[in-house]
């Protein structure tokens, strides 16, 4: 599976929108990106993925660059709440285990 | 959404006991779970794959005789951590695969387990 770098920390301010990003140069034709946080000692909660187009869910946007080599997750209003560690993780094949990098940690302040 | 739980939510033990974790599929059969390990302030690390009815396959550096994974039906995995020592303190999140799914997107984690070795 392709190899992701991710900002190590992010600050965002409280209702505004948080945009985190993602490389993944190597990423191949039929590798999809999916992004996962994890809330102080929880387990991970998935968040969104896609493979070309961009995504849009009740949590976030996920926006895919036409080369695909990186993408942009988007919490539109963040609260202190999306407080957490997000894993932007790129994986080929379902069925195979998620590999989880060091994520980004976002800090979401009032 | 597909659930998955996990008991105990954290245990405390002995060093030299053993410990079983339970990782359970609740709305859904899981043919694969996989068990992963996290140290503070450090991302999941893998620790294995078990598939419903045969042998774990387990990443490179984690002892099989050490941590034990059963996989005996659809919905339950356990992991037993044998002999714990201090340095097993860890957190321990299990995952399952939804086999209903179709998608790329079947994989659905545990709230984690918490395990001090004293």
């Known amino acids: 599976d392709a190899k992701t770098t991710q900002p190590t920390s992010m600050d965002c301010a409280e209702g505004r929108a948080a945009n985190l990003p993602c490389n993944h140069s190597?990423?191949?034709?039929?590798?999809?990106v999916y992004w996962y946080r994890q809330i102080h000692s929880q387990g991970p909660q998935y968040i969104i993925h896609?493979?070309?187009n961009n995504e849009t869910n009740e949590m976030a946007s996920l926006i895919i660059t036409e080369d695909r080599k990186s993408s942009t997750l988007i919490l539109p209003h963040a609260t202190l709440r999306d407080t957490a560690v997000y894993y932007c993780?790129?994986?080929?094949?379902?069925?195979?285990?998620?590999?989880f990098g060091k994520g980004t940690t976002l800090s979401v302040s009032s | 959404g597909a659930v998955v739980s996990q008991h105990p939510s954290w245990v405390i033990c002995k060093s030299g006991t053993s410990v079983k974790i339970e990782c359970r599929s609740l709305?859904?059969?899981?043919?694969?779970m996989f068990w992963y390990r996290q140290f503070p302030k450090q991302s999941l690390m893998l620790m294995a794959t078990s598939n419903e009815g045969s042998k774990a396959t387990y990443e490179q550096g984690v002892e099989k005789d050490k941590f034990l994974i059963n996989h005996a039906s659809l919905t339950l995995s356990t992991l037993t951590v044998t002999s714990a020592h201090p340095e097993d303190s860890s957190f321990y999140i299990c995952?399952?695969?939804?086999?209903?799914?179709?998608?790329?997107?079947?994989?659905?984690f545990g709230p984690g387990t918490r395990l001090t070795v004293l």
């Open positions: 190597t990423i191949s034709g039929n590798e999809y």
């Open positions: 995952s399952a695969r939804d086999l209903g799914t179709s998608g790329p997107n079947e994989q659905f």
């Open positions: 709305d859904f059969q899981a043919t694969t």
């Open positions: 993780i790129v994986r080929n094949q379902a069925g195979t285990a998620l590999i």
């Open positions: 896609g493979l070309k």
